[in-house]
């Protein structure tokens, strides 16, 4: 049976930073960022902000694009690694705020960044499971990154997220059943319940991330052994590769790491690749990746989401171009869980496009450093939305440990 995304919608937060102006404020060569890190500006939540409007501003773009009912989604998956309570899932806020039927299963997922692709799987199984039934369900995956003011984490934040229909119909990816998984108690990157900010150790989580990656494509090239020439590569055959970017220089690692792993694994063709592999991988790290990073490189890190706005992104920039053509995507969340699976891009793929990722770029706000600070203080305060806000939905504030929600205004006149 068919299953895969049928459309995507991303949202993004009004608000900008460029990161040369951060690096002048931390007194760190620009170069390091641009050049060291990949990235160029991150996206910044209003204090009227949280993953709940977030995920809802997403999923609200995405049922208004396919013009989908929501009385017939049969099933809601809020992943996040930046839940608002302990037990009351973010899922279910989303649910009252999208207008989504009763009969509906509802439940948040959290697996650090790899929840959106844990929900991509879950939602895929269940419709696969329906058999002849027609199931729909909706997956978001929504995230803010926060990471100490001054700490090596700061200039990887970010905010988004990514809302996906998933069916029987994809119209964006048909996603392979087959995929490869791994996992490992690491103490790499986590959040003690009551901390706002992520606790890091920077250095060992790109080690973690390496070795999942090789662990997961492992796997899956054994499975695609048989249909693989002998002096073949996997990701030839990929027409593009996209991995969770926390930034953009660490999608560079991973691909590195993968081409290295490929080509061993091709003995009748090592001996002549070897040698040059560095330019072996520059040139499809070319081709093959760099397109996929042009968001990330302005949004910065979304957890759960930046994989699916890789996605997002390189469909509307090249849906066409790749109709046909398959793709390989690696997920990772610390702690840690990966998958690597791979999905093929319809023929109809144009139709669906349009996730909005550049309109949601292009209306943003740059804001400067001590603009950032000061939202970044008053993170998931509530009130009201400073001018260019951009969300469908607001936090109104916390009262009685009870957030309170309600549509932004300019939403309401829309
Ligand atoms: N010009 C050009 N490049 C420069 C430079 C300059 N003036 N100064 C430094 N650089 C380069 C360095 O050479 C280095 O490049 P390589 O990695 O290729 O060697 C790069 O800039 C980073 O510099 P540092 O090595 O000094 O690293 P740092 O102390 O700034 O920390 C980091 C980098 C560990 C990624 C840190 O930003 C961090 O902790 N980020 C959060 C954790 C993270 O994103 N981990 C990724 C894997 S885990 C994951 O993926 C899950 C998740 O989403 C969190």
Not at 11 to 37: D, S
Not at 186 to 200: K, M, N, Q, S, T
Not at 226 to 245: N, V
């Amino acid at each position: 049976m068919t299953v895969g995304i049928e459309r995507l919608a991303v949202y993004v937060p009004g608000y900008a930073l460029p990161l040369g102006e951060l690096a002048r404020a931390r007194g760190v060569p620009p170069e390091k960022m641009t050049q060291g890190l990949g990235v160029e500006s991150m996206a910044i939540a209003p204090p009227c902000e949280d993953v709940v409007t977030m995920a809802a501003s997403a999923g609200a773009r995405l049922l208004r694009a396919a013009r989908v009912d929501p009385e017939t989604i049969g099933m809601l998956l809020v992943a996040t690694e930046t839940g608002v309570d302990n037990a009351k899932p973010v899922a279910i806020f989303v649910h009252e705020l999208l207008g989504v039927g009763r009969r509906c299963r509802v439940y948040e997922l959290k697996h650090a960044c790899y929840a959106g692709t844990a929900a991509l799987m879950t939602a895929a199984d269940w419709v696969r499971a329906g058999g002849g039934k027609r199931r729909r369900a909706l997956v978001i995956a929504a995230d803010i990154a926060r990471y100490a003011l001054g700490s090596p984490g700061e200039p990887t934040q970010g905010a988004g997220a990514v809302a996906m229909l998933v069916g029987p119909e994809p119209k964006a990816l048909v996603v392979d059943a087959e995929t490869a998984t791994y996992a490992d108690n690491v103490y790499d990157f986590w959040r003690p319940i009551g901390r706002r900010e992520a606790l890091v150790d920077g250095k060992y989580s790109v080690e973690c991330y390496l070795e999942a990656l090789g662990g997961t494509f492992t796997a899956y090239r054994a499975g695609e052994q048989p249909l693989l020439g002998p002096g073949e590569a996997l990701s030839d055959r990929l027409a593009r590769l996209l991995y969770h970017t926390p930034f953009p220089k660490m999608a560079m690692k991973a691909h590195r790491r993968l081409v290295e792993i490929d080509w061993r694994a091709a003995p009748a063709r090592w001996a002549e690749v070897g040698p040059v592999l560095e330019e072996v991988t520059a040139a499809s790290y070319r081709t093959a990746v760099a397109p996929g990073l042009e968001a990330v490189a302005r949004v910065g890190n979304t957890y759960t989401a930046s994989l699916y706005l890789c996605l997002a992104s390189l469909l509307e920039a090249e849906g066409a171009a790749l109709a046909g053509r398959r793709l390989g995507l690696f997920s990772y969340g610390s702690g840690c869980c990966a998958e690597f699976f791979t999905g093929t891009v319809p023929a109809d793929a144009t139709a669906v496009a349009d996730a909005g990722v550049e309109e949601m770029l292009r209306r943003r706000t740059v804001i400067d450093v001590a603009e950032y600070e000061r939202l970044a203080r008053a993170s998931e305060a509530g009130g009201e939305p400073p001018p260019g806000f951009t969300g469908e939905f607001v936090l109104h504030g916390i009262r009685n440990d009870r957030r309170e929600y309600g549509r932004a205004r300019a939403a309401l006149a829309a």
